[in-house]
């Protein structure tokens, strides 16, 4: 017969089991959302790409239309990031989200608003804001890889 602890285990592996196929259906929602998300985004690149060099015939290297393509194609790398982070979830090679790849999607969001940072109508006080969120996710970075080298 079994015993009390050996039932136990048993019925902590069934939950631990049915959470684990929860995550993972909830990580493939995520992974579609995100999906139509990429879909949408990569459309709008495609069309700013258009309208702006092709019929407007816009320098390239201008500040404004530098800022808006780069801005949307890294937004498209954040959006791939998510993505096969999540995927790490839905085929069951992790179970969570690890803590250095969120990090390193801050550090490129951070990276993208400085690129569409509009520098004529932003104050000092917000650069040095995200100059110090820059730094903390960078030494955040650093510990979390100098951790997981040990």
Do not use: C
Request: charged share 15%; net charge neutral; glycine share 4%.
């Amino acid at each position: 017969m079994d015993s009390p602890e050996e039932k136990t285990s048993i019925t902590d592996k069934a939950i631990h089991n049915y959470y684990r196929k929860f995550e993972s259906l909830i990580a493939l929602i995520l992974t579609f959302i995100i999906v139509v998300i990429v879909i949408v985004a990569i459309s709008r690149l495609g069309y700013s790409v258009y309208n702006m060099l092709l019929v407007g015939m816009q320098d390239p290297l201008d500040h404004k239309v530098f800022q808006t393509i780069f801005g949307e194609i890294i937004t498209l790398l954040i959006a791939l990031e998510f993505s096969h982070t999540l995927q790490y979830v839905v085929t069951r090679q992790q179970s969570i989200i690890q803590t250095k790849v969120v990090v390193l999607i801050a550090i490129l969001a951070l990276s993208r608003k400085f690129i569409i940072l509009d520098l004529d109508k932003v104050n000092a006080g917000e650069i040095l804001g995200l100059s110090t969120a820059t730094l903390a996710l960078g030494l955040t970075y650093l510990i979390l890889k100098l951790k997981n080298s040990n």
